[in-house]
């Protein structure tokens, strides 16, 4: 009876420790990126950079999200997603270090590892959840998606106030999204020694891998991820310049940016369950992206605090609830745990190749026009490109 006991405290043990560790990498995915945003102007006048240039700090972890996301899949294949996961998580404790100090070589070094430590866990976390939680497909992304804006918001409305109000400066407001990190280190190192899946060694490139690339459906739904985080990382990466150009401070333009993503918390919380409920999710949609085009336009048309203030309400749900379906697509259209990993992995792969090209275009944009006007036209395009693509993918169909 003792020894049943036991093995009773140390299921459940690990059971806890796996949801803390799962909830903890979710925690991680987005503060090293969104502290950001608000201290661009900032670190590109302290470091001497162009608009165009220092959009590549939003860039690079994207591009090394789509670098890394097909190799993380298959990582994850050979030696299990909880271990790859705990080797995310050192990449982005020592990309998030580095990145703090004030060299140009070692801004961009960091900001690279960050990318790679985060896109490991972005590919491998749906897979977690597949195998996992196979019926809970739904929920479990909700909580993730959730704590993962939390501190995404977390870290967008506090980043002038440790800089500047505590008078940090912006290399410790982006080191202290180190804290997340070694609490998710410590977690997933008992995990993952715990960890009940069994290994086996597959070869890197497997069948299953090739066939996606040939599905009309993965495309569908890695140029939906792909686009909606274009709209989500230029977001991150701009609106609080735009806000800035409308006459608001920097650091009530950073309260937005977090705002925006605080009141996305109830669509990232209940897009996922919803999807997870209707065998179609076409309507969803079409939803998300009518709030995602209104929002937008009112940024583009809207000149008072009102008009402003709505649309980034509507931006804020949009982009929470996209980004959640997005997720939950990867779930709901894959066959078992190793079809969601490989389909995240093509489907980051290739959306993060667009989500890339995002902060740095709109930057570039707008050094040439020196004006925020073709930017937001721009954006409402993507957003309009977005309902296309998520009309594809939200058909009731597998992979």
Known sequence: MGLDQHVYKENQLYKFLLLSGIILIAFNLRPAITSVGPLMSTIRDDVGLSNWSVGLLTSLPLIAFAIMSP??????????????????????LIGISVRSISMIILLFAGTLLVGVGIA????????????????????????????????AA??????????????????????VWVIPVVLGIVVWMYVT???????????????????????????QIALYMGLQSFLFYVTVSWLPE????????????GWMLSFTQFIGLPASFIVP??????????????ALGGFSVLGFSGLLLGSSPIALFISIILIGLALSGTFALALTFLGLRARDAKQA????????????????VGPMFIG???????????????????????????????????V
């Open 71 to 92: 190799f993380a899949a298959r990582l994850g294949n050979r030696f299990s997603n909880e271990r790859v996961m705990l080797w995310g998580l050192f990449f982005l």
């Open 120 to 151: 490991i866990c972005n590919v491998l976390l749906p897979g977690v959840i597949k195998d996992k939680f196979p019926l809970k497909v739904g929920l479990m992304t909700s909580i993730y998606s959730t704590a993962m804006n939390i501190f």
């Open 154 to 175: 977390t870290a967008s409305g506090v980043s002038v106030p440790l800089a500047s109000g505590l008078g940090l400066g912006w290399q410790f407001a982006l080191l």
């Open 193 to 219: 020694k715990n960890s009940k899946t069994t290994t086996k060694e597959t070869p890197f490139l497997t069948d299953n891998d090739t066939n996606l690339w040939k599905s009309p459906l993965a495309w």
């Open 242 to 253: 735009i806000l800035h150009s409308t006459g608001m401070s920097m650091e009530t333009a």
């Open 273 to 286: 369950m919803l999807a997870g409920k209707f065998a179609s999710q076409r309507m969803i949609v079409i």
């Open 341 to 356: 990993a490989a389909l995240s992995g093509m489907a980051q792969a290739l959306g993060y190749i667009l989500a890339a």
């Open 364 to 398: 570039f944009l707008y050094d040439i026009t020196l004006d925020w006007t073709v930017p937001l036209i721009t954006l409402i395009i993507v957003a309009v490109l977005v309902v296309l693509f998520g009309l594809g993918a939200g058909r009731n169909k597998l």
